[in-house]
């Protein structure tokens, strides 16, 4: 019974150290993902092969290692390199940016609109009309037009 008992904690203490390694590669790769390579501003710090990205990359696995959270790596990442090194910006700055941008693009449509109803004084120009009484040539016209359609 002893030996089996010894075995199964034995098997239990492995199982637990795979799963927080897998744990701590999986955080580890997450984090990459959040980042763009320093070194040429296009490609993933995840797949970059660069040394600066292989620093990055073990720099950021041994903060996760010792617990630092993706936020507090993320931060000092972007004070040495700048709001660049992150692959997407953070939402609440686009969202307000975007928000910004219509915001702006909306008074400028009401500026433009003002001013061309100003230009017209403020009221759509009369249109002329025409009364049939007042031509009689336009009106014979017309009727021999109708009659060469029907007949």
């Given at each position: 019974?002893?030996?089996?008992?010894?075995?199964?904690?034995?098997?239990?203490?492995?199982?637990?150290?795979?799963?927080?390694?897998?744990?701590?590669?999986?955080?580890?790769?997450?984090?990459?993902?959040?980042?763009?390579?320093?070194?040429?501003?296009?490609?993933?710090?995840?797949?970059?092969?660069?040394?600066?990205a292989r620093e990055l990359r073990d720099e950021i696995d041994r903060r996760v290692g010792?617990?630092?959270?993706?936020?507090?790596?993320?931060?000092?990442?972007?004070?040495?390199?700048?709001?660049?090194?992150?692959?997407?910006?953070?939402?609440?700055?686009?969202?307000?940016?975007?928000?910004?941008?219509?915001?702006?693009?909306?008074?400028?449509?009401?500026?433009?609109?003002?001013?061309?109803?100003?230009?017209?004084?403020?009221?759509?120009?009369?249109?002329?009309?025409?009364?049939?009484?007042?031509?009689?040539?336009l009106d014979q016209r017309l009727r021999d037009e109708l009659d060469r359609h029907e007949?």
């Amino acid at each position: 019974m002893e030996r089996r008992t010894a075995w199964s904690i034995v098997i239990a203490i492995v199982v637990a150290a795979s799963s927080a390694s897998a744990q701590h590669a999986a955080s580890s790769r997450a984090t990459f993902l959040r980042f763009v390579a320093p070194c040429c501003w296009v490609e993933g710090l995840a797949t970059h092969d660069s040394p600066l990205a292989r620093e990055l990359r073990d720099e950021i696995d041994r903060r996760v290692g010792a617990g630092d959270s993706a936020g507090a790596i993320e931060s000092d990442l972007v004070a040495r390199y700048g709001e660049r090194i992150l692959a997407v910006p953070a939402p609440l700055e686009t969202t307000s940016g975007a928000l910004f941008a219509l915001l702006i693009g909306s008074l400028l449509v009401i500026v433009w609109i003002g001013a061309r109803w100003s230009r017209r004084g403020g009221h759509a120009e009369p249109v002329a009309r025409v009364d049939e009484e007042d031509d009689p040539a336009l009106d014979q016209r017309l009727r021999d037009e109708l009659d060469r359609h029907e007949g």
